[in-house]
């Protein structure tokens, strides 16, 4: 069994928590310190349960404070050497290195980093195994590559992202040098890929789908809920958005 609960998920800071059994490994630490450990105790955990951390790519949002975090709690943290290169703080008490393609073993976890187009120096995302079930995670891609398709298909539980509604996006405040950018092929997914994504993939042994990384100022929920729903062929209210400020709960994949 996979059990996994998001610590918030948006531009202002992104952690997934992913368990089996006894192992726990923090995917991203776009939080500080403090916000992080609160967001943990809310999930009724605490730093001295993980036993890992993983970082996806070198955006604050995500690398955050996961220095200072594992300097604390003396964790060992796992990133692409680009992710190290593009790192403000890379004083790590133990670093590894890896590229997308090659497996890791985190105690009762089979991690599998894949590639995504994105702009940063060598971003990866994950899917985790225990051996029975798989869950995906896939946010920060501009586009949908026939790479991800493949890597997803067939997947027990995906974490998706639904960045934006390009109207929204063009519409919206953001200055045109930030809109191009996020609405870009190394961007951010919008809506109607994350639609088309789950579209083309095997979606039979799917348990959950949660929309992740929503813009708060470019997306609405009930947007990014039509576009899963279109995706899987279920109603818009069948659908989960991770939320910037509480994530989600705990979920489960057996």
Not at 82 to 111: M, Q, W
Not at 143 to 159: E, K, N
Request: aromatic letters at 6%; charged letters at 20%.
């Amino acid at each position: 069994m996979i059990r996994f609960a998001s610590l918030g998920s948006g531009s202002a800071g992104n952690a997934l928590l992913v368990e089996t059994g006894d192992t726990r490994v923090l995917v991203d630490c776009g939080f500080s310190v403090h916000e992080t450990t609160a967001r943990l105790n809310r999930l009724e955990r605490t730093p001295d349960d993980i036993d890992a951390v993983l970082i996806t790519h070198e955006h604050s949002d995500h690398i955050g404070s996961s220095a200072a975090f594992a300097r604390r709690h003396r964790l060992p943290v796992y990133m692409t050497p680009g992710t190290r290169l593009g790192a403000r703080d890379v004083s790590y008490p133990a670093l590894h290195e890896f590229h997308a393609g090659e497996r890791l073993a985190v105690g009762g976890l089979e991690i599998q980093p894949f590639t995504v187009p994105h702009d940063a120096r060598e971003p990866a995302q994950f899917i985790f195994s225990d051996g029975a079930c798989r869950l995906a995670l896939l946010t920060d891609a501009g586009h949908v590559t026939a790479h991800m398709i493949a890597t997803v298909d067939g997947v027990d539980g995906l974490l998706l992202e639904c960045n934006h509604d390009p109207s929204m996006l063009e519409h919206g405040p953001y200055p045109a040098a930030l809109k191009r950018r996020v609405g870009g092929p190394y961007g951010h997914l919008p809506n109607h890929e994350a639609e088309r994504l789950l579209g083309a993939i095997d979606h039979r042994r799917l348990q959950h789908v949660i929309g992740m990384h929503l813009s708060e100022r470019n997306n609405r929920p009930q947007l990014a809920r039509a576009a899963l729903a279109a995706g899987l062929g279920c109603q818009p209210e069948e659908t989960l958005i991770a939320d910037q400020s509480v994530g989600f709960g705990w979920r489960e994949l057996r």
